[in-house]
């Protein structure tokens, strides 16, 4: 995978470099290149939490997780909420975003308490937000600066599932 930083050093002397602010209905420019990306913020307030009490570090530490989970968990947690996925994305789609933050939760026993109402509830705020839908474009991750895996909109899509099949 290429990132953006590689892809700025294929630039040669010379050459036109256009600068753009973020282009997405839900991120209104403020300014020259300064756009607000308080949606991002309000779609973590609606769900991107634990809320149940997980008792210290101690306990925290007691209870046992696969090396494969706590790996994919912390991968997802690198979103930096940067919103370049969104701007790559001819559909302004905030699914790589979103997947990372369900994700990062997802395989983990302490945000699996509240999984299905964190799903629906961030999902639902994502399109109140006017962010588009996924159509598999694959810009998203192509661009993302952190290397969030697509997985991650898989993971996004089958917590949603489930939190339809079982409504709580
Ligand atoms: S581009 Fe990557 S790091 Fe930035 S908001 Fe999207 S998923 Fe997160």
Not at 33 to 42: E, K, P, Y
């Amino acid at each position: 995978m290429i990132t953006s930083e590689q892809r700025m050093r294929h630039f040669k002397d010379g050459e036109t470099i256009t600068i753009e602010p973020w282009r997405a209905k839900a991120f209104p420019v403020i300014k020259d290149l300064m756009v607000d990306r308080s949606a991002f913020d309000r779609i973590i307030q609606i769900g991107g939490y634990v809320s149940v009490n997980t008792g210290g570090g101690t306990d925290a530490n007691a209870i046992p997780i696969q090396k494969d989970d706590a790996e994919r968990s912390m991968d997802a947690a690198a979103c930096i909420g940067c919103g370049a996925c969104v701007a790559a994305c001819k559909n302004a789609s905030a699914m790589l975003f979103v997947g990372a933050k369900v994700a990062q939760f997802a395989r983990l026993p302490q945000g699996r308490v509240e999984r299905e109402k964190r799903a629906r509830s961030m999902i639902a705020q994502m399109d109140a937000e006017g962010f588009g839908n996924c159509t598999n474009q694959y810009e998203c991750s192509a661009v993302c600066p952190k290397e969030i895996s697509l997985d991650v909109i898989a993971t996004l899509n089958r917590e949603y599932f489930r939190s339809a099949v079982t409504k709580r």
